[in-house]
């Protein structure tokens, strides 16, 4: 993969050289009723070797801004903005390169992948499928022994290739997933929420899988998920959404144990530590619904639910800015804590 | 509706019998498809009073949902008791109307649970035609509803009459619901998973809900979720189920930050929050419960026989059942030999 970068990034090949470089990217789809910006406007930065969290509630754009990383938004959307693959543009990109970019460049890991499994197809045959579409060359003996490897890999057994998918269960069927999105050996990995719908324990069974392969492989990874406390737990760095945006940037864990932007903090409040007395019968919320991307107010997106909005949050929608290593789109960042609404 | 008196946190517990809902010895069994039988519920005590929130914690496959489904009667118990105020409950038709006008069952997915042809009306008027609430109350259907509405925090209450459940957020599907069961004003409100399908800034004001609806009107709530962290934000009590059987049972402050049964403190360890325990990731799922393990349910998985630190109670662990936990709402218990062998010793 390090053919066609450019000499630059070559010549970095420390941790910090980006991986996946997303700027100022754009996404809207037609609607019957007009337009409906799903991203307005996301920066985002993956090195090799590490773990990128992508937090929100849905409708916040996360889901739309990892399908456009690998080019697979739907042919309603505009796009506009960039996606720098290993410094090349893949919403640029002719079929041909785009398609050797997926799989064996990136690969995805979908939200409710519990369902995209085909039913009537041993999971070794599914396993194998990427494997024949990207390296036609390879013998067949080497795809079965490829296909072991990677059950092993995501800790099943290989005899587990002879299985249909209604035979495992659904922590199973993810590790299966993630075996899939590892088929081509990619350098980056997007997975969209790849623990929902898993009781605890498998999830961090699954989530210890993720974590070896991006640790162990030097793959990077961009996982989107509405639980901020597995981000954090698993995370380098968050990036958090609201409406469209990034809200919020920095750590992992000061993004999730301090957070700049008082949607941050709900969003952070909204797991409570188990044990913390804070949290005893004190549910933390917030009034109101995630906003409507077709209705948005003019002002901070935030500004209708905040605790802390000004008048002036009403008017202007804040951009990012920088505090030390972090970044948040909030006003009323570093003013003392004003009284509540 | 006739809201009772508020009654605080603990005092809606020394009321005797009066709103109690117990099982003692509870099993379900269902038919599988190769012949055998599935004990997905395999013997639970468990109380339930006005006034208190328990929750009912384990993963898929522990029986939490059949447990909370037997309770209002969906599901017909193979064996044990259900018991109301005091006496078994019949399972008739007019025994089980009678109980639902007082123990309401709230389903999770609020999206899948509303008709939705349906108004938000008609969902919550339901339940008091059914139970034919309206005449004896001197009011008229509208203002139930309403009232129903706005205990449930949609207000105002007429704005949402005539509209239907794809027009409403998630968060409002789920007080739509928890309305249609507060319409009837019962005493004791079931609610599985009652936030897992929602939105992280959504969940603590339904959360909130429930604690208000215990505070002002003194319902008793049963949570069933997988969620630790929310029974550590609403719940009085905690009962952890694995494989049909609660293993560990007591107060939450005391289950959560002592926990006592090695399941239990696995899956304390791995909830991400949680940072001061080393994670214990168990191998494997909840076996198939048409497979119980002998001896204790949770042996082959568990990481206390596996370390060696269970030797001396290992064969009891392999081959030794483990008696049902009572139900009784007082005190911290657990079922397990490892912990039993320790309290002989120190007493």
């Known amino acids: 993969m390090t053919t066609e970068t450019t000499p630059e990034a070559t010549g970095t090949a420390a941790p910090d050289a980006a991986l996946l470089a997303i700027r100022d990217l754009h996404v809207t789809y037609a609607t019957g009723e007009g337009g409906l910006p799903a991203v307005r406007g996301v920066d985002l930065t993956v090195a090799r070797g590490q773990i990128v969290g992508v937090a929100g509630e849905s409708g916040c754009g996360k889901s739309t801004l990892a399908s456009t990383v690998l080019r697979l938004q739907p042919p309603s959307a505009t796009v506009s903005g960039q996606v720098l693959f290993d410094g090349r543009d893949v919403l640029a990109m002719r079929w041909g390169e785009l398609r050797a970019v997926r799989w064996a460049g990136a690969s995805i890991v979908f939200q409710g992948a519990l369902h995209s499994l085909n039913p009537v197809h041993r999971i070794g045959a599914q396993l194998a499928e990427p494997m024949h579409i990207h390296q036609p060359g390879l013998d067949e003996a080497r795809v079965t022994e490829r296909v072991a490897e990677l059950l092993d890999q995501v800790g099943m057994a290989p005899e587990r290739a002879k299985s249909y998918p209604h035979q495992l269960s659904g922590g199973q069927k993810q590790r299966v997933m993630i075996a899939m999105a590892l088929a081509c050996d990619p350098e980056l990995v997007v997975a969209d929420e790849p623990t929902t719908a898993l009781d605890v324990m498998v999830q961090a069974q699954v989530l210890n899988v993720l974590s070896e392969l991006v640790r162990g492989r030097g793959v990077g990874m961009m996982m989107i998920s509405h639980d901020l406390s597995v981000l954090a737990d698993l995370c380098d760095r968050i990036t958090v959404m609201y409406a469209g945006r990034v809200i919020e940037e920095g750590p992992a864990d000061q993004v999730f144990a301090a957070p700049l932007h008082p949607y941050s903090g709900a969003l952070s409040a909204a797991f409570p530590r188990v044990g913390d007395p804070a949290a005893r019968f004190a549910p933390a919320g917030l009034p109101g619904d995630p906003p409507d991307p077709r209705n948005l107010t003019e002002g901070c997106s935030f500004a209708p639910r905040c605790p802390r909005a000004a008048p002036v949050c009403l008017h202007d929608e804040p951009g990012l800015v920088a505090y030390d290593d972090r970044a948040a789109a909030c006003v009323r960042i570093g003013e003392p804590d004003l009284e509540a609404r | ?347």
């Not at chain 2, 519920?41 to 447990?67: C, H, I, M, Q, Y």
């Not at chain 2, 393990?293 to 949770?298: E, L, Q, S, T, Y």
């Open chain 2, 1 to 347: 509706m006739t809201p009772e008196p508020s009654t605080g946190p603990s005092n809606g517990a020394s009321k005797g019998h009066s709103a109690e809902l117990s099982t003692s010895g509870l099993r379900v069994q269902f038919a599988t498809r190769g012949g055998r039988v599935a004990r997905a519920l395999d013997g639970a005590d468990l109380v339930l009073r006005a006034g208190e929130v328990v929750a009912l914690v384990g993963e898929s496959g522990s029986g939490k949902t059949t447990l909370a489904r037997s309770l209002v009667g969906l599901t017909a118990p193979a064996a044990g008791e259900i018991r109301w105020e005091g006496k078994a409950l019949e399972r008739s038709g007019r025994g089980l109307k009678r109980l639902r006008r007082q123990v309401q069952l709230v389903l999770q997915d609020p999206s899948g649970a509303l008709n939705p042809r349906h108004t938000v009306y008609e969902s919550v008027a339901e339940g008091l035609r059914i139970h034919k609430l309206v005449s004896g109350s001197g009011r008229t259907e509208a203002e139930l509803v309403a009232q129903a509405l706005s205990s449930a925090g949609l207000r105002p209450p007429e704005a949402l009459f005539l509209r239907y459940p794809h027009e409403l957020s998630g968060g409002q599907r789920q007080r739509v619901l928890i309305a249609g069961a507060l319409a009837v004003s019962p005493k004791l409100l079931i609610a599985d998973e009652p936030v897992s399908s929602l939105d992280a800034s959504i969940r603590g004001e339904i959360l909130a809900l429930l604690l208000k609806l215990r505070e002002e009107l003194g319902l008793g709530v049963l949570v069933v979720t997988h969620d630790l962290g929310l029974a550590w934000n609403i719940a009085d009590r905690i009962a952890v189920m694995y494989l049909g059987r609660i293993v560990e049972t007591g107060p939450t402050e005391e289950v959560l930050t002592s926990p006592q049964h090695p399941y239990t403190q696995a899956l304390l360890s791995v909830i991400p929050e949680v940072e001061r325990l080393e994670p214990v990731v168990l191998t494997g799922e909840i076996p198939d419960p048409t497979r119980i393990p002998p001896g204790c349910r949770f042996h082959p998985r568990c990481p206390a026989l596996a370390s060696g630190e269970a030797s001396g109670v290992a064969d009891a662990c392999r081959g030794t059942a483990l008696p049902i936990l009572s139900g009784d709402p007082g005190g911290h218990r657990c079922s397990c030999h490892l912990v039993s062998s320790r309290e002989v010793v120190s007493s």
